[in-house]
């Protein structure tokens, strides 16, 4: 019993006939599996029976046959079709020149469409913009109402009492630095007939410093 129907050109003869016509119409190259998944349906052509013919007709050199790798295409051999006339070549040209424009055309219509699309996808949804509008109302609510406590605050500073407050800390800063400096200089002064380290003396006398406490000087005003 027959596994598969193979139709009328499935013989050797007959489907070397279809695929020698079917490789000049076309003219490009077809690998075995292309052949038969492009004429099976029409012929009925079996598998083995398109490569069986393809092998064929190349050794007949009917067709040519290249190998890449473990697959080999098959075209018809230009020097067997009739040469193009001069009007046709110059119709191919044309035909040419006006696939490589609409070519061009449409590569720049995908960038373009591509860089929307890119613009699109970095862009927030709906969903996400209500959202963020959302947020932004309850922010603006938020800073609206605490700016209308601060408004109705009755412990404003006056710009007087700023003034008076900076002149005095400038004043209390100006004479830290200046008892600092001072002290500085008659310790230095002692220090020089004392036997002992600065450290030590420190600590026998009782002497803290601000970096003990890792206390600054406030940055002037």
């Known amino acids: 019993m027959s596994k ?6 499935a013989g050797g003869g007959g489907a070397a006939a279809v695929l020698l016509r079917y490789l000049r119409e076309q003219n490009r190259p077809y690998s075995a599996q292309d052949a038969f998944g492009n004429l099976q349906r029409e012929h009925g052509l079996g598998k083995a029976a398109v490569v069986k013919a393809l092998e064929q007709l190349a050794q007949q050199g009917r067709v040519r046959e290249k190998a890449y790798g473990k697959q080999k295409i098959y075209f018809a051999d230009q020097e067997q079709l009739p040469a193009a006339s001069d009007t046709e070549l110059r119709g191919l040209d044309e035909q040419i020149a006006a696939l490589s424009a609409k070519l061009q055309a449409l590569q720049q ?3 373009q469409m591509e860089a929307e699309l890119k613009d699109l996808n970095s862009s927030m949804t709906t969903p996400e913009m209500a959202k963020e509008l959302g947020e932004l109302k309850k922010d603006c609510k938020s800073y609206t109402e605490k700016l209308e406590r601060i408004k109705s605050a009755t412990n404003h500073v006056s710009p007087e009492e700023k003034e008076k407050v900076c002149s005095e800390q400038q004043l209390y ?4 630095r200046r008892r600092k400096r001072m002290a500085t200089e008659l310790l230095d002064a002692i220090l020089e007939g004392y036997p002992k380290s600065k450290k030590q003396f420190f600590e026998e006398v009782g002497i803290e410093t ?3 406490h890792n206390v600054r000087l406030p940055t002037a005003v």
């Open 109 to 111: 219509s995908c960038r």
């Open 4 to 9: 598969g129907r193979e139709g009328p050109a």
């Open 210 to 212: 601000d970096e003990d």
């Open 173 to 176: 800063c100006r004479e830290w």
